[in-house]
T-cell receptor, first 110, second 112 residues
Framework: QKEVEQNSGPLSVPEGAIASLNCTYS??????FFWYRQYSGKSPELIMS????GDKEDGRFTAQLNKASQYVSLLIRDSQPSDSATYLC??????????FGTGTRLQVFP | DGGITQSPKYLFRKEGQNVTLSCEQN?????MYWYRQDPGQGLRLIYY???????QKGDIAEGYSVSREKKESFPLTVTSAQKNPTAFYLC???????????FGPGTRLTVL
């Protein structure tokens, strides 16, 4: 059974701080990794994709991938209250399907 | 204006009825997907289609059916055989080059 694990949270951080969201996966052969943001009652929105080891930065977001440790993370710098949402980690398996974690709820307080 | 549309936004169904959820995309994506999301759970794959006139069962296909007669359209029918259909249903399509999936706004189905 291929699995993607996330801490459900909530992760509470003050405005302006760095939020660190973590995800582990079981399929060592996975090659593509994605972070989605989902506001309450809305559909998931793709915010980051990462395919190779290391860091990938896009604005205030940085995705980090370590395939040896089967670990992917998302850092949000200068967190804003508008970042409060559930963040879903997804991993593409070798049959071209995405396996989703259950998400981490982030709360950014003023 | 390119994107993925789903209709209706809210749907109420009586027990024993079949209902069809619409999903349309004008992004020229080959692959399309249907997911179900329940409170506190991750997204679970119902059906997916990588090309017109072909589709495969996902992890929870029982009680659902799909068709893919056109590239743009991937409707999902929730049949009376689905014992617990109340959920948030999400349609997605995947970019042809980068394997990124994008979601429509979703349909919230409630069985009365």
């Amino acid at each position: 059974q291929k699995e993607v694990e996330q801490n459900s949270g909530p992760l509470s951080v003050p405005e302006g701080a760095i939020a660190s969201l973590n995800c582990t996966y079981s399929d060592r052969g996975s090659q593509s990794f994605f972070w989605y943001r989902q506001y309450s009652g809305k559909s998931p929105e793709l915010i980051m994709s990462i395919y190779s080891n290391g860091d990938k930065e896009d604005g205030r977001f940085t995705a980090q991938l370590n395939k040896a440790s089967q670990y992917v993370s998302l850092l949000i710098r200068d967190s804003q209250p508008s970042d409060s949402a559930t963040y879903l980690c997804a991993v593409r398996d070798n049959t071209d399907k995405l396996i989703f974690g259950t998400g981490t709820r982030l709360q950014v307080f003023p | 204006d390119g994107g993925i549309t789903q209709s209706p936004k809210y749907l109420f169904r009586k027990e024993g009825q079949n209902v069809t959820l619409s999903c349309e995309q004008n992004l020229n994506h080959d692959a399309m997907y249907w997911y179900r999301q329940d409170p506190g759970q991750g997204l679970r794959l119902i059906y997916y289609s990588q090309i017109v006139n072909d589709f495969q069962k996902g992890d929870i296909a029982e009680g659902y059916s799909v068709s893919r007669e056109k590239k743009e359209s991937f409707p999902l029918t929730v049949t009376s055989a689905q014992k617990n259909p109340t959920a948030f249903y999400l349609c997605a399509s995947r970019t042809n080059a980068y394997n990124e999936q994008f979601f429509g706004p979703g349909t919230r189905l409630t069985v009365l």
